[in-house]
């Protein structure tokens, strides 16, 4: 047994301790919560060896950041990751509760399992290991962990804006993306930015009797209903007017790439996504629609009535939740611009529509030919024992864009998430396997790179 | 001052107390209140001086009932109202809560106020009105008092259907609708009728991150668009084959007297509806949309993220409530059965939908040519001082049609309500001169009948 298998248990409470913690940043009550977890992360780095473990208060939630410098002359690396989590809703739809660990069949199950906490704390313990064991890093580490990734990172990224000294390093390692398969080390080159924010439809000046008013008040909801069926056909093309003059396609080789990853689609579409059929864009082949093409989608409807029984209302005002995916080249300050002028141009008689940002981030596509990106294939395939694949991410990381512009270094996606686990679902999980393995491959990617 | 002016503080405290009972049907949680109600109305007509008060209880809420049969060779007349009322929410559009009793500028604002425990209080006090004063009535009387007119009262109608000898009356007044404006005695002659459902639209078996797997995941809210766009379009014609085959359109005779009334199109817009624009079909006259037209319209949307914040889920379920109303000669079980399948053709790929019924209730249109409704509109005239217009309401009363059905006798619908009463709505209100000589305009309308 080699050091970090001696450790798993002391891994294993330590992870649990941190998923128990409910840091849900979209809620403002969980704002205690945020807390405890940035302090608990803090005390993580400051055990593992760390130093300057301290928080970064600013305007958001606060940021953690430690640093280890003693290897001169050697390449620096700046870790990423996490600490606060999607809400765990519908909570019925859970086989244990969220934030109480539970473990079955070789994995963890919590919200914040896979995405990112787990992650995180891959990173802390692969760092804490090899300090423990030489007193010493072979390289140079710092490290930056957020606190709401899932509201849109603006506070990172306005303070990576600000100390593009302090973080000076070589590369970011970004601990936050998934395998994609079982025991297949993949590095992440690719990802899908987003804007996501609120569609506004007001109608009458106060709730109507269906009644006494049908016929002549219009219906806020249903002029919803109208908007999204105008911005997007049934077969998933999105019908905004200039939208996809950007979009990149990938290159022939990435795409030839993509059709020999090892891929079972009935098993996909049948087990993972848990669907009779899969939808988009007919024309684009699946990896493609996933990873290279722009999406809208909604994500909740809020208005009227929807307790039990009837309520023979028509609501005043309806708001609906919007994302949109964006690829390279796309951006979203024009996506905004031209959503926002799509919307006024399909809004029905009678009502007002306004779409409201709550967030943006660009996409980013990484060149993968660089030593940091060959050291984690490298890394990955020694402890994996599989040739590293590479793949993009149809989710958007808004720091690899910010690390990209501010820092001007390359993001290393190193992943051990898997596509089962549930993220931003019910039954979140992570693979336990590959949290160990995950610890064991990071530290030997600091070793190589050090060598 | 007569009788009825002595007492108006005590009907003012005895109103009060009911529209205090939060008696909403559609919510479990407040049976007990539905029971105080019942309670209430009883209690009411036993002091009234009527006789055989009671509950009676069966699968749903109880209805109370009362008689006075001291009249022979005299007509008999069956009183209708309901003790339950629609939710109050949104609640935090209320100026005062909706279930404290608050009188501003003549106005007695509650849930329930006008729909319909202040009319209903308007029968039982005419009633005793007449009994205090005379110790008889010139007339036999029946009180059928229904509390889940609010859920589509069913219970009422297996009663109705099941008790044709203990309702036996001549004709039935009921006590629901409103005044075409203030101080306008208004009889109501046509009801829409209802279906209403929920429209249930599943996609992936579980919730899904929208960044993994959106440009795959067939999206239930979007779903729920397609369907309702594809169920209507932009101008308000329904797009159901065969929906508007039954619709018998309005007799010139009735168009013409629609077109006379007293109506300011421009206040109704502006003050009443609150809108920059009225909707609906282009072709058809605004009074004839609502009260001669069926509609689908939509009242709450459920399913996905609708908090605070971002969440980006594309959930695995949506719901839609939905409802039609539909006009004479169209039939609820016709509709929901061409709804079902129109909702079928229209369903996208990836996803189920399927429409289920939550209560229906037919249209209904009244033959004015009787003495029970030329009596009502003399009374009316009499005590308001205005000649009595006829009109139709937009809205649904299931008892009228089930009263014509089982019983063979027409209704008389004299309401007291005004067009801007917020009926189901934030802010529901009942005009206190209204309250008062509406008392007055029934006792009137009984000893008109029994003269």
Request: negative net charge.
């Amino acid at each position: 047994m080699n050091y970090y298998e001696q450790h798993h248990d002391s891994y294993l409470e330590g992870l649990k301790t941190f998923l128990r913690i409910p840091s849900i940043s979209t809620l403002s009550e969980h704002k205690p919560d945020i807390q405890r977890a940035a302090d608990f992360v803090r005390r993580e780095l400051e055990k593992a060896g760390l130093e300057q473990a301290q928080l970064i208060e600013g305007a958001g939630n606060p940021l953690v950041y430690a640093e280890w410098l003693g290897a001169p002359g050697k390449p620096t690396v700046l870790f990423y990751g996490h600490y606060d989590v999607q809400p765990p809703d519908p909570l019925d739809e859970w086989k244990s509760p969220p934030f109480e660990p539970d473990i079955r069949d070789n994995n963890i199950y919590a919200r914040g399992s896979a995405d990112d906490k787990g992650q995180t704390y891959i990173l802390i313990k692969a760092v804490e290991g090899l300090l423990k064991q030489h007193g010493r890093l072979p390289i140079n580490v710092k490290f930056l962990i957020e606190g709401e990734e899932e509201v849109g990172g603006e506070h990172i990224e306005a303070y990576v804006a600000s100390k593009p000294a302090r973080l000076k390093a070589d590369a970011a390692v970004i601990c936050d993306t998934e395998m994609f398969a079982p025991e297949l080390p993949t590095i992440c080159v690719g990802l899908r930015g987003i804007i996501y924010g609120e569609l506004v439809v007001e109608g009458a000046n106060h709730d109507l009797h269906s009644g006494v008013y049908g016929g002549a008040a219009p219906n806020p909801l249903m002029a919803i209903a109208e908007i999204l069926t105008a911005l997007k056909d049934r077969e998933g093309h999105i019908k905004i007017p200039g939208f996809y003059d950007r979009v990149v396609p990938p290159s022939a080789k990435e795409r030839a790439a993509w059709a020999r990853l090892p891929f079972d689609e009935r098993e996909y579409r049948e087990n993972e996504v848990g669907v009779k059929e899969l939808v988009g864009e007919p024309e684009i082949p699946l990896f493609e629609r996933l990873w290279a093409r722009p999406t809208l989608e909604v994500h909740g409807i809020r208005g009227g009535f929807i307790g039990e029984g009837a309520k023979t209302v028509i609501p005043a005002r309806g708001v609906a939740k919007l994302s949109m995916r964006l690829v390279a080249d796309q951006n979203p300050d024009e996506a905004v611009a031209q959503l926002q002028k799509a919307v006024a141009a399909a809004c029905p008689k009678g009502v007002t529509a306004v779409y409201k940002t709550i967030h943006n981030a660009p996409p980013s596509l990484v060149n993968p030919d660089n030593r940091f990106i060959h050291a984690a294939a490298e890394a990955m395939k020694q402890v994996f024992g599989k040739e590293t694949v590479y793949i993009r991410s149809g989710g958007s990381i808004p720091i690899v864009a910010a690390f990209d512009k501010y820092l001007g270094i390359p993001s290393v996606m190193m992943g051990f998430g898997l596509p089962d686990d549930n993220l931003h679902a019910p039954n979140e999980k992570l693979h336990l396997p590959n949290f160990f393995r995950g610890i064991e491959a990071v530290a030997r990617y600091i070793e190589i790179l050090g060598a």
